[in-house]
Structure formats: structure tokens, C-alpha cells
């Protein structure tokens, strides 16, 4: 018995055998992910984009770039190519972009184990290291959606530039110049495929830092950084040369304080779902009124009245101060407790609103940081493995198994929670019902999917919360278009006006009902008002698709 247990032992541990069962573990978490169908942004990305749909299109994939529609501000040319070799090989074949993904995750947590067993050159922890990695419930949104798993490729560039990075220069006869070329090569590849990869530079610069300590080894560690930040100032510049500029959004209320305070306490969301992966969704709630992303979804006396007085950010300051304290006082005896602490924070450098986005939460960005949150984790599971206590060896194997068995069940639902937009709005208005925006996403949702009733019972949730918001009507009205109630829908979009006498769509929609209530005048006035109004917003091309559909399927008389 005690030869069979060492055995099993020695198969975890062991690099092949244990690679394995994580890739047999991580295969039974995700082996639901291939009856999900297109979701969110992949109906932007793979659905009806044009760009990606026919190869002479090439060269707009990195310059004449057009960002899909609901996109905007996005720039990532090798993104887009990935998108178009994975649209020429699969079509609208979701089974497909699932057996692509789930191989670059493969690809991924395998890089996981080098780099673990390169810093800490001991097999248990590389091992559980990559077994808490690939199991962690906050990758699910990035493996089981098509778009996501795109995305995910720019994050196992980044691995493999991290892992010849430090393999370049960690030996005694100096530089490896194959290595680095390709941690280069790599490095160039993640940065142009996902914009969070641009904390790349300062990961590696944080690594010589951390573990470089004789001062012959510092010597020159600006010019081996240096070429990585110069890839990321030239993505940057030719993001801003291609789109005018290298924003998403704007500041909250354009305060960057008042934005700096909400991500102060998304930094402390952050670390409390990565231990407790619970609560899982596309838009959070990072402090009661204000959410993941939308300004306009937010609870505005909530944004104002923050200050750095409040409790939530008064915690979030004091878990913050505690994990730097910590992390200085680890440096000289312990420099990989520094090191996983540092990596967490800076890898999410691109994502806190320094430069806006417009997202201030979002738990796929956790990607990168996570490796060092099981790296650290793995470290002290096994610290306690090794103590001369047996109870406490025990209560180690016991924690990973728990461990283990709670994260394939939470990936398994949060797989089932991504099946399709059904699914996923309806869970993510369970896990954020305070939200108008989510409870108006559901009902369109409902609406494209037959359920009209449905649809406008979650309109009405959501008018409940924000009664003075013209979308919701706008969308209410087109729900009563599909039951054929016209009036209603006329209501619907006169209130929709009233609330926003500049809403161009509920003009050019209300412009037609009103022809056909036979109310000629009245609907071309306010079609005449929708161009006007779509002109003033920089929208002509739109104009002119509205004015030649209305008078092709109308054919009245209309004035210019």
C-alpha cells in the first residue's frame, strides 16, 4: 500500500505525469464549453464583421483599421487576424473557436509550469502552482467565450515572452541571445493582440528587480527591458495614428479622482475574487450604485459623494498599505513573496484608468495576475505540508482537494452561465440586480429570442430602478413592434423623445408608426428630425442608409 502511494506521489510530481492530469483535470472543468453558442462581443468580432470575412482586406487589419461597431476604440491588428484565420477555418461554427481555445489554454498553463518550476525550481509547487492556474474559476469568461479565447492568445504570448525572458539571462556565461530574441518576437505578438499585455515591460522589469541582486547581474537591465518598452510605445503610437487616440472612454463625471477612488476599491475586488470566485459575471458591483462599466448605469450621487474618507475606500487603502508592508518586508529573505505580490498589481497596470476605458472592473483581467496569486498560494500550501505536524500536512492535501473539486464545479456552471445571451444575462442579473442596464440587456435578449412577454417584464425592472432613462423605452418600443401593438410602441418612443428630445433612432422609428397610423405630416416631421439629428452627431453615413430606406419602403412624397 505504501509503494502504491508513493508511486501516485511521484506521478504528480513528476513533470509529464503531472502536466497530465492538470490537462485531464482542466479538460473535465471545461468539456461543457462546446454546445456554447456566440455571445457579447462575439457577435461585433465574429458574427457581423466585415473586415475579417475576405483576405484582401489585409492590410486594414493594421492600417485604414475600422474597430466593429459597439467597438470602438479598440486597436489590436493581430487580434483582428487571429479572428479572420479562425473565421476562414471554422465559418459560424462555435465548436470549433472551442477546440481552438481550449488548446491555447493548454498552451498557456503548460508555460505556467516552466516558469513555476524555473523560480522555484521544486516540482509540488510548480505543480500546484499550475493545477490552482488552470483550474481558477476567473479564466472561464476568457476560455468558454470565442471572442475571449482570442484575446487569451495575446496572454499566453505573453507567457512564453516572460518565460524565455528570464531564461535568456539566467546563466552564468550572460545573455542568451536566442532566447531573447524570442521572448522579443513574442513580446511583440502579445502586445498587438491584447491590449492588457502592455504591462509586459514593467512585469520583466519587476522580475530583475526582484531577483537580480549581485550588482553585476543589474548591470544592463535597462538596455534588456528597454526594447520590450519601446514595443509598447509603438503599438501606442500607431494605435493613436490609426484611431486618433488612445482612449475609450472618459473619466468619471471627468474627474480622475472620482475614478481613481472607484478603482481603489475595484483593486480590492480584485484580490477577494480570486479567493472566493463566487460571484461571477460580466458586470460587477464594485460598491453599491457603481458597477463594472456604464456611467450611465451608475447611481451619480453615488460617484459624487465618494471621497477618500469613506469606509469601503479606507479598507481598500488599508488591504493595499498591508500587501506593500508586506512586500518590503519580504524582499531580502524572501524575494518570490515580493515578486508574486508586486506581479498581481502591475499586471494590471493597462486596465486602472490611468488612460480611461470605460471598464473599471472586469474579472478576465485577472489573467495574468492570478499565476503569482496560485504561485503564492502553492508556496505556502506546501510551507505547510513540510511542518513537523502531521495534522497540518494533511490539511494541505485536503485544502487542494477542496480546492480542485470547488473549481470545476464553479467553471462547469459558470460554462453553463456562458451557453448563450439568455443564459448569460440572466445570470448576470442575478448577480447585479441593482442594475437598469442589465435588466434592459436581458429584455432585448428576450425580445430577439421570442419571449416578448418576458422582455418587457424585465423593462419594467428596469424602469423601476431608472424611470427617467430613454433607452429602456426605446427598447420597450421595439418589443411592442414584435406584438404587433403600435400604440403602445408610439408611447413608448414619445416618452423615449421626452426624456431625450435629441434621441435620433426613436425619431426615425417614431417617424414610421406614425405613417402608418396615418399620421403623414407628423411622421415625416419627425423623420426630417431624425437625419437632422444623426447629421449633428457625426453619424451621416447612417443618415443616409435612414433616408433611403424610409422613402424606398414608404414611397411618399417627402420634402428635402
Request: some cysteine; overall charge positive.
Amino acid at each position: 500500500m505504501d509503494k502504491f502511494a508513493d508511486r501516485v506521489k511521484r506521478l504528480f510530481i513528476r513533470p509529464a505525469g503531472g502536466i497530465g492530469i492538470i490537462f485531464l483535470l482542466t479538460f473535465i472543468a471545461y468539456s461543457n464549453i462546446f454546445r456554447n453558442q456566440f455571445i457579447l462581443d462575439d457577435h461585433d468580432y465574429i458574427e457581423n464583421w466585415p473586415l475579417i470575412r475576405d483576405w484582401r482586406n489585409f492590410p486594414q487589419f493594421f492600417w485604414g483599421y475600422v474597430p466593429p461597431a459597439g467597438q470602438e476604440g479598440v486597436f489590436s491588428p493581430l487580434k483582428t487576424l487571429l479572428h479572420a484565420v479562425n473565421y476562414h477555418l471554422f465559418g459560424l461554427n462555435p465548436s470549433g473557436y472551442h477546440v481552438a481555445g481550449l488548446f491555447n489554454y493548454f498552451v498557456t498553463v503548460y508555460f505556467i509550469y516552466r516558469i513555476s518550476f524555473y523560480l522555484i525550481k521544486e516540482y509540488r509547487i510548480a505543480f500546484i502552482t499550475t493545477l490552482l492556474f488552470a483550474l481558477h474559476p476567473v479564466h472561464a469568461e476568457y476560455v468558454a467565450s470565442m471572442t475571449g479565447s482570442v484575446d487569451a492568445a495575446g496572454i499566453t504570448f505573453l507567457f512564453v515572452a516572460f518565460f524565455f525572458y528570464i531564461r535568456s539571462h539566467g546563466l552564468s556565461s550572460g545573455l542568451n541571445k536566442k532566447r531573447y530574441i524570442v521572448a522579443v518576437l513574442f513580446a511583440f505578438l502579445a502586445m498587438f493582440t491584447h491590449e492588457l499585455t502592455l504591462s509586459l515591460p514593467f512585469l520583466l522589469l519587476w522580475y530583475d528587480f526582484c531577483f537580480l541582486r549581485e550588482k553585476s547581474s543589474r548591470k544592463g537591465i535597462a538596455g534588456r527591458v528597454m526594447p520590450f518598452f519601446i514595443i509598447g510605445a509603438v503599438y501606442i503610437l500607431l494605435k493613436f495614428l490609426v484611431l486618433k487616440s488612445i482612449t475609450r472612454g472618459h473619466y468619471l463625471y471627468d474627474s480622475f479622482e472620482l475614478t481613481m477612488l472607484v478603482i481603489v476599491k475595484a483593486l480590492m475586488k480584485y484580490v477577494y475574487i480570486c479567493f472566493l470566485p463566487i460571484v461571477l459575471t460580466h458586470n460587477h458591483v464594485i460598491a453599491d450604485g457603481i458597477f463594472s462599466f456604464d456611467q450611465d448605469d451608475f447611481d451619480r450621487y453615488a460617484v459624487l459623494s465618494q471621497s477618500w474618507l469613506d469606509g469601503q475606500v479606507l479598507m481598500a487603502l488599508l488591504l493595499l498599505g498591508s500587501i506593500f508592508y508586506i512586500a518590503v518586508r519580504k524582499w531580502e529573505q524572501e524575494p518570490l513573496v515580493t515578486f508574486c505580490l508586486g506581479w498581481f498589481f502591475i499586471s494590471l497596470l493597462p486596465v486602472l484608468n490611468i488612460v480611461p476605458s470605460g471598464v473599471y472592473f472586469a474579472e478576465r483581467y485577472l489573467f495574468v495576475g492570478t499565476f503569482t496569486f496560485c504561485l503564492l498560494l502553492a508556496y505556502y500550501i506546501n510551507k505547510l505540508r513540510r511542518s513537523n505536524r502531521l495534522g497540518l500536512a494533511r490539511i494541505s492535501v485536503f485544502m487542494i482537494m477542496a480546492l480542485v473539486v470547488f473549481d470545476i464545479v464553479r467553471i462547469r456552471t459558470r460554462n453553463q452561465e456562458l451557453r448563450d445571451d439568455v443564459s448569460l444575462f440572466e445570470s448576470a442579473v442575478r448577480a447585479n440586480p441593482q442594475s437598469a442596464l442589465m435588466h434592459n440587456d436581458l429584455g432585448i435578449v428576450y425580445a430577439k429570442h421570442g419571449k416578448p412577454q418576458q422582455a418587457l417584464a424585465s423593462f419594467r425592472q428596469a424602469l423601476a430602478i431608472r424611470p427617467d432613462d430613454p433607452v429602456i423605452y426605446f427598447s420597450m418600443a421595439q418589443t411592442y413592434i414584435q406584438l404587433d401593438d403600435k400604440k403602445k410602441a408610439a408611447d413608448a418612443l414619445e416618452q423615449a423623445i421626452i426624456l431625450n428630445p435629441r434621441y435620433a433612432e426613436a425619431h426615425y422609428n417614431l417617424a414610421g408608426l406614425c405613417i402608418f397610423a396615418g399620421q403623414k405630416d407628423k411622421g415625416i416631421e419627425h423623420f426630417q428630425k431624425a437625419l437632422s439629428l444623426s447629421r449633428e452627431q457625426g453619424n451621416e453615413q447612417e443618415a443616409r442608409k435612414w433616408d433611403k430606406a424610409f422613402r424606398e419602403f414608404f414611397r411618399i412624397p417627402i420634402p428635402d
